[in-house]
């Protein structure tokens, strides 16, 4: 066999090294749509499987809620902020359902990973920080959309007048509270260690926030001291604000709700990130 068979040509030898990216160069330099729209679909993948738990189960238990306060409640034609008591109450539910929907998708994603082992799954692809979290963001919402749409679509064919008046109030209250709760779920699912943790996060934060949040009455009739603990809630001025895009009435200053919602999830979205950067309890 000839020299010139075993040896290689150096100009062929420069030129495919030529099309390798330089070391530290990132071979993807924008937004990996493939890779991000991959773990979106996944997560939505992953609830819809079981979606009789994940979405069908939550509207019926939001339901129940419904028809158990408007029986002991609602009798006597009440009226609360010139409507009556089930139509005050109806938006106030379809709300919560979305955000503690929303919590329990992302707060499971990476703690599941991390107790099967699987956490590589999330940490492997070529996807960048951000990337990753818009998309278990993206599933965390998508599945509280899918619950919203689920209870209102019930709570209408049960006669209720769930019809909306504000639609701007509703799309932008409603996604903003979806994602702080998904944001919130994403830190929940990278500081807990078991399942235990992240239930004692729903269990004895997101639950009572959620239940003193006005979703059931109005602030105006508490003391003066409760309405102000009630101001700090950021939850109330979800459920104030997705409400006031039904009923056209509020016991909240929207513009207030609006400014506090954007810079909450502005901050969550910063603390998500960076800790995800630097790996906390994910990479260790």
């Known amino acids: 066999m000839s020299n010139q068979s075993q040896s290689r040509d150096p100009n062929l030898h420069a030129q495919e090294t030529r099309t390798l990216p330089e070391p530290g160069v990132p071979a993807i330099p924008f937004v990996n749509w493939v890779g991000l729209r991959t773990l979106y679909i996944k997560e939505v993948r992953r609830f819809f499987k079981v979606q009789l738990q ?39 539910l379809i709300v919560m359902g979305m955000m503690q929907n929303g919590f329990a998708n992302s707060s499971f994603s990476l703690l599941v990973g991390k107790i099967q082992g699987t956490i590589v799954d999330y940490l492997m692809p070529p996807l960048s920080t951000l990337e990753m979290l818009v998309a278990l963001v993206g599933g965390a ?16 064919l049960w006669g209720i007048d769930v019809s909306p008046e504000h639609f701007w109030a509703i799309a932008f209250f409603g996604l903003m509270g979806s994602i702080m709760l998904a944001l919130f779920g994403v830190l929940t699912s990278m500081w807990a260690e078991k399942f235990d943790h992240a239930a004692a996060v729903t269990n004895f934060v997101v639950q009572p926030l959620a239940l003193l949040s006005g979703t059931f009455y109005t602030i105006e009739r508490l003391d003066p001291i409760f309405q102000t603990i009630s101001a700090f809630n950021p939850f109330f001025y979800v459920i104030s604000g997705f409400r006031y895009g039904f009923i056209g009435a509020t016991d909240s200053n929207l513009l207030t709700g609006v400014a506090v919602l954007t810079l909450l999830n502005i901050t969550l979205c910063a603390l998500c990130y960076t800790l995800l950067v630097r790996g906390w309890k994910v990479k260790s």
């Open 54 to 92: 994940t979405v069908w189960a939550p509207a019926l238990t939001t339901l129940l809620f419904l028809v158990i306060f408007t029986v002991a409640l609602g009798r006597g034609d009440r009226e609360i902020l010139g409507v009556p008591f089930n139509a005050f109450l109806a938006p106030g």
């Open 141 to 156: 919402v998508t599945r509280a959309l899918c619950v919203g749409v689920a209870v209102w679509a019930a709570m209408w």
